[in-house]
């Protein structure tokens, strides 16, 4: 059971760890704001609960709960699970800001492989900056932000790769997205593992060179 001021707070329930870890309530799995609510734990795993009001949620106020059966289940149909990818920091050090080189997130991007599953990571001054998604390499050039995907923030954004494709991202603050701010990632499909092809090394091949060289052959 949650008390709480439904003026100043609610609860939003997430489905990571990473939004829980992050404070992203974007994407919430269900949002309770009756100030007074009961939450019926119906599935085993971990359940997560932030508060909306990122500040707070930051400061900690957030719970995680693991709930398990005391009962043998039937365990749920598969269903197909992204793999926990790697997590990227957009611009490491230099996060999300005006770039002094205007090319400084396109290298970024390309000296990296993006993967289905990883996360990127944008920080940076909410009072300055935002996030937003958009759909075209033509959207990209120019900068427009008329039609986002989606839009983020917060100030500390997580946002999932979930498809293969080239995903883009700007800043709707005048002039910055034509100063640099702005970033392409190319998507690569889940990297399936090939087994390695049997190698033969230097030294063997001259052990095999001298083995056949000197090795008599029968006369016919």
Known sequence: MFEYDGNVNDVTQVSSRLEYQFCNSLSPK????????VVTL??????????SNHSQCVAGQKLVVFVVHDHPMIPPPPRKILPFGKDYKVGDSNEWRVPEESDFY????????FHVGD???FYYNDQVDDVLEINSDLEFKSCDTT?????????????????PG????????IGHCEAG?????????LSKSVPKKMQVSPFDRLIKWL???FTPHPHH
Do not use: M
């Open 147 to 163: 039609s986002p995907v989606a839009v983020h923030n917060a100030g500390r954004d997580l946002i999932r790769l979930t498809k």
């Open 211 to 213: 083995h056949d060289s």
């Open 30 to 37: 269900a949002v309770y704001n009756t100030g007074h609510d």
């Open 42 to 51: 119906t599935e085993p795993g971990y359940h997560f609960f932030i508060t």
């Open 166 to 173: 080239i995903c883009y991202f700007i800043t709707s603050k």
């Open 181 to 189: 701010l702005k970033l392409r990632v190319v998507v690569r499909p």
């Open 106 to 113: 396109s290298k970024w991007s390309e000296e990296k492989q």
């Open 119 to 121: 996360n990127l990571l």
